[in-house]
């Protein structure tokens, strides 16, 4: 059996809110959730804006080689993630152009928000292109009859699309935050600095401390819901 | 000229025009040299057989598209030799209600009053979508605009809950909230029941009335009796017939447009 004849860190006594001793302590703890939350968060945000964007841009204009770069985003879908990891650390490490042209980013929580980006971009862009492209074309054609420019027909179709947009959101959020195998490879699971909830369950399943993965996985549920309900919450706003 | 009629109106100063117009897609013509122009405060109906380019007229009036031959003119000018930003000037003093309403998703207020914000500086745009700025209050044009339509109780409602009359109502209203010159109206009754058909016709004449110009294509010929000034019979791409309303039903000159007007000209 997993596990069996290895010490575990269930509790006996009164161990805090979780029911489970850390080894780093409730500030350690604190400190995993903080960072799982800023590279997922901030990768995804980055993530949004550069996806909507090309959603729009891709979705509203004929170009060459226009079904290349769809082909291409579904297919970045699919990416997997220690290839990303890999593709990731080489360009931040001193023989890739990021780390030549004098970045120091291995083992960075800037390397990490890096290599969710590029996962959860595909993501994003690929529902947010559906979204926007679904948009009843009389509805562009009303925006700009009285008098919109085209950034103001695109501001109306990326509203009328604001749910699918969050569903691609929260597709891409997903991928983030529950991605292990690019943070490991980039991060280098460094403790305060660069692990992450997903690195930690990796870390403590490996060490045999099921309890302490569990209380963790459970943790990430937790917030990938919380996370979930806000944005939902947000994008349900009854317009005005 | 090929096609067509000659166009007197073609001259009128202060109008919106089209001159010498040829237009198609794919290689196939829609419009074949068609002149026609609108001027303040009266009403043109273009009728003819689904299919003859009526929407296709009214896209290049609204400028949609630029015509493949022929120019686009506001108040003597070729729209399409001026900038992007004086292009831009003269198409927000045209509305336009389509077939559909094409409302956007919220309420009443915010699809009628959209044409009014996006008229506005970004600062202020910016401000107005922060909840905390946000203009809820009844806006006085907004107000107007539906009392016009009849749907001034209306302005809080989602656009879901209107009829399909409602909502064309609540275009119509949209359309005049910036106080257009002109305004073109593409087949606006052709799902309504009468008394929202009578709705729109009365605020047809009520724009008219405030010197807007009003273009309507329309295959109701009894609509165009009811609301026109003039009437251009269009067929095949090109206008066969053109002149006051009452000459062109009661004594048509093109003998395809007699047949069209006597029902005799199926499509």
Same mark, same amino acid.
């Given at each position: 059996?997993?596990?069996?004849?290895?010490?575990?860190?269930?509790?006996?006594?009164?161990?805090?809110?979780?029911?489970?001793?850390?080894?780093?302590?409730?500030?350690?703890?604190?400190? *995993?959730?903080?960072?799982?939350?800023?590279?997922?968060?901030?990768?995804?945000?980055?993530?949004?804006?550069?996806?909507?964007?090309?959603?729009?841009?891709?979705?509203?204009?004929?170009?060459?080689?226009?079904?290349?770069?769809?082909?291409?985003?579904?297919?970045?879908?699919?990416?997997?993630?220690?290839?990303?990891?890999?593709?990731?650390?080489?360009?931040?490490?001193?023989?890739?152009?990021?780390?030549?042209?004098?970045?120091?980013?291995?083992?960075?929580?800037?390397?990490?928000?890096?290599?969710?980006?590029?996962?959860?971009?595909?993501?994003?862009?690929? *529902?947010?292109?559906?979204?926007?492209?679904?948009?009843?074309?009389?509805?562009?054609?009303?925006?700009?009859?009285?008098?919109?420019?085209?950034?103001?027909?695109?501001?109306?179709?990326?509203?009328?699309?604001?749910?699918?947009?969050?569903?691609?959101?929260?597709?891409?959020?997903?991928?983030?935050?529950?991605?292990?195998?690019?943070?490991?490879?980039?991060?280098?699971?460094?403790?305060?600095?660069?692990?992450?909830?997903?690195?930690?369950?990796?870390?403590?399943?490996?060490?045999?401390?099921?309890?302490?993965?569990?209380?963790?996985?459970?943790?990430?549920?937790?917030?990938?819901?919380?996370?979930?309900?806000?944005?939902?919450?947000?994008?349900?706003?009854?317009?005005? | 000229?090929?096609?067509?009629?000659?166009?007197?109106?073609?001259?009128?100063?202060?109008?919106?025009?089209?001159?010498?117009?040829?237009?198609?897609?794919?290689?196939? &013509?829609?419009?074949?040299?068609?002149?026609?122009?609108?001027?303040?405060?009266?009403?043109?109906?273009?009728?003819?057989?689904?299919?003859?380019?009526?929407?296709?007229?009214?896209?290049?009036?609204?400028?949609?598209?630029?015509?493949?031959?022929?120019?686009?003119?506001?108040?003597?000018?070729?729209?399409?030799?001026?900038?992007?930003?004086?292009?831009?000037?003269?198409?927000?003093?045209?509305?336009?209600?389509?077939?559909?309403?094409?409302?956007?998703?919220?309420?009443?207020?915010?699809?009628?009053?959209?044409?009014?914000?996006?008229?506005?500086?970004?600062?202020?745009?910016?401000?107005?979508?922060? $909840?905390?700025?946000?203009?809820?209050?009844?806006?006085?044009?907004?107000?107007?605009?539906?009392?016009?339509?009849?749907?001034?109780?209306?302005?809080?409602?989602?656009?879901?809950?209107?009829?399909?009359?409602?909502?064309?109502?609540?275009?119509?209203?949209?359309?005049?909230?910036?106080? $257009?010159?002109?305004?073109?109206?593409?087949?606006?009754?052709?799902?309504?029941?009468?008394?929202?058909?009578?709705?729109?016709? &009365?605020?047809?004449?009520?724009?008219?009335?405030?010197?807007?110009?009003?273009?309507?294509?329309?295959?109701?010929?009894? @609509?165009?009796?009811?609301?026109?000034?003039?009437?251009?019979?269009?067929?095949?791409?090109?206008?066969?017939?053109?002149?006051?309303? @009452?000459?062109?039903?009661?004594?048509?000159?093109?003998?395809?447009?007699?047949?069209?007007?006597?029902?005799?000209?199926?499509?």
């Amino acid at each position: 059996m997993i596990g069996s004849g290895i010490p575990t860190t269930a509790c006996t006594g009164l161990c805090g809110p979780l029911f489970v001793e850390f080894p780093y302590g409730y500030e350690g703890i604190l400190n *995993i959730i903080y960072v799982s939350l800023y590279v997922s968060l901030t990768a995804v945000a980055l993530s949004t804006v550069f996806s909507i964007t090309v959603a729009v841009l891709v979705g509203f204009n004929d170009f060459p080689g226009r079904g290349f770069v769809i082909a291409l985003i579904n297919t970045g879908m699919g990416l997997p993630s220690v290839v990303v990891g890999l593709v990731v650390l080489f360009a931040v490490s001193n023989q890739g152009p990021l780390g030549q042209a004098g970045f120091h980013l291995v083992f960075t929580r800037e390397a990490m928000i890096m290599s969710q980006f590029v996962l959860a971009t595909p993501v994003i862009t690929g *529902i947010s292109l559906a979204a926007v492209t679904g948009v009843d074309d009389g509805i562009r054609d009303a925006a700009h009859a009285m008098g919109g420019r085209r950034l103001d027909v695109a501001l109306v179709t990326i509203r009328e699309a604001r749910y699918g947009i969050l569903t691609g959101v929260l597709a891409g959020l997903g991928r983030a935050i529950s991605e292990v195998g690019s943070v490991l490879i980039v991060g280098g699971n460094i403790e305060g600095q660069t692990r992450t909830l997903t690195t930690a369950i990796q870390l403590e399943a490996r060490q045999g401390r099921f309890e302490l993965a569990l209380v963790l996985g459970v943790v990430l549920v937790a917030l990938v819901l919380l996370i979930n309900g806000l944005l939902l919450k947000l994008g349900d706003r009854q317009i005005r | 000229m090929k096609g067509g009629v000659t166009n007197q109106a073609v001259t009128v100063a202060d109008g919106l025009a089209l001159s010498g117009v040829y237009h198609g897609f794919d290689d196939t &013509d829609v419009l074949t040299d068609v002149s026609l122009a609108v001027g303040r405060e009266e009403v043109l109906a273009i009728i003819g057989p689904s299919g003859t380019g009526k929407t296709t007229l009214l896209g290049l009036l609204s400028l949609f598209d630029d015509p493949d031959e022929g120019t686009v003119e506001f108040g003597g000018e070729d729209v399409w030799s001026l900038s992007e930003r004086e292009r831009l000037n003269v198409r927000r003093q045209i509305g336009m209600v389509f077939q559909e309403p094409h409302l956007f998703d919220g309420s009443v207020r915010r699809n009628v009053r959209y044409p009014l914000d996006i008229r506005r500086p970004w600062a202020d745009r910016i401000r107005n979508w922060l $909840p905390r700025f946000g203009h809820r209050s009844a806006n006085p044009v907004v107000t107007e605009q539906l009392e016009l339509v009849g749907l001034d109780d209306a302005a809080s409602r989602h656009v879901s809950s209107l009829s399909g009359g409602e909502a064309q109502r609540v275009a119509f209203a949209r359309a005049l909230s910036y106080d $257009p010159e002109f305004l073109l109206l593409d087949e606006p009754t052709s799902d309504l029941d009468p008394r929202n058909t009578a709705v729109i016709e &009365d605020a047809i004449e009520t724009a008219r009335s405030r010197g807007v110009g009003v273009v309507i294509a329309t295959h109701d010929m009894h @609509q165009a009796e009811r609301v026109a000034d003039r009437t251009a019979v269009m067929l095949d791409g090109s206008i066969i017939e053109h002149g006051p309303t @009452q000459q062109v039903f009661d004594d048509p000159t093109d003998r395809r447009a007699r047949k069209f007007i006597d029902g005799e000209l199926i499509y």
